[in-house]
T-cell receptor, first 111, second 111 residues
Framework: DVKVTQSSRYLVKRTGEKVFLECVQD?????MFWYRQDPGLGLRLIYF???????EKGDIPEGYSVSREKKERFSLILESASTNQTSMYLC??????????FGPGTRLTVL | TQLLEQSPQFLSIQEGENLTVYCNSS?????LQWYRQEPGEGPVLLVT?????EVKKLKRLTFQFGDARKDSSLHITAAQTGDTGLYLC???????????FGRGTSLIVHP
């Protein structure tokens, strides 16, 4: 079975802090994705990567950056966290992009 | 821009009832996936449909892809409390290999 793990289930940070969210997958998938999920808005794509060191902006990349130094690991970085970045963050990986395997999510609260 | 609508937004039913949720768009889909997300977890793929008119069954769940590939439905027979969750449709279209997620239907099945 594909396993996608995220570094934290819950995270509380203060406004202005730099935040790292880590995601690791164990199935040698080429593609990895970061989404945020907010009530009434569904899943929105922040960034995705189709290979090591490659990244593409999704629908809402502002305020975020990503890093993919190794195939199995995709990191989401909030350079200076703001309260409007309080959300559930979901990482996913896929081999063919159609079938996405999601991690359990990180619920981030920015105070 | 593809407009994707899922209905109803919320559904609260008793165990044993039948239900249908819908996913509609103004665009033609290349393919469509249905995911279920349980509280506190990431979405999990239920099914992928690619052919207009296609019907797929997964135990008590029946998925239908519209003939024109602009809509899909998910029917659950004799709902159980374990069916509780957020049902997300995620179509691909326009040559993109990355699905767009709907806002979901939140289903609660009461014992």
């Amino acid at each position: 079975d594909v396993k996608v793990t995220q570094s934290s289930r819950y995270l509380v940070k203060r406004t202005g802090e730099k935040v790292f969210l880590e995601c690791v997958q164990d199935m040698d998938h080429e593609n990895m994705f970061w989404y945020r999920q907010d009530p009434g808005l569904g899943l929105r794509l922040i960034y995705f990567s189709y290979d090591v060191k490659m990244k593409e902006k999704g629908d809402i990349p502002e305020g975020y950056s990503v890093s993919r130094e190794k195939k199995e690991r995709f990191s989401l970085i909030l350079e200076s966290a703001s309260t409007n970045q309080t959300s559930m963050y979901l990482c996913a990986s896929s081999l063919d992009s159609l079938t996405q395997y999601f991690g359990p999510g990180t619920r981030l609260t920015v105070l | 821009t593809q407009l994707l609508e899922q209905s109803p937004q919320f559904l609260s039913i008793q165990e044993g009832e039948n239900l249908t949720v819908y996913c509609n768009s103004s665009s033609v889909f290349s393919s469509l996936q249905w995911y279920r997300q349980e509280p506190g977890e990431g979405p999990v793929l239920l099914v992928t449909v690619v052919t207009g008119g296609e019907v797929k069954k997964l135990k008590r769940l029946t998925f239908q892809f519209g003939d024109a590939r602009k809509d899909s439905s998910l029917h659950i027979t004799a709902a159980q409390t374990g069916d509780t969750g957020l049902y997300l449709c995620a179509p691909t279209s326009g040559g993109s290999y990355i699905p767009t997620f709907g806002r979901g239907t939140s289903l609660i099945v009461h014992p």
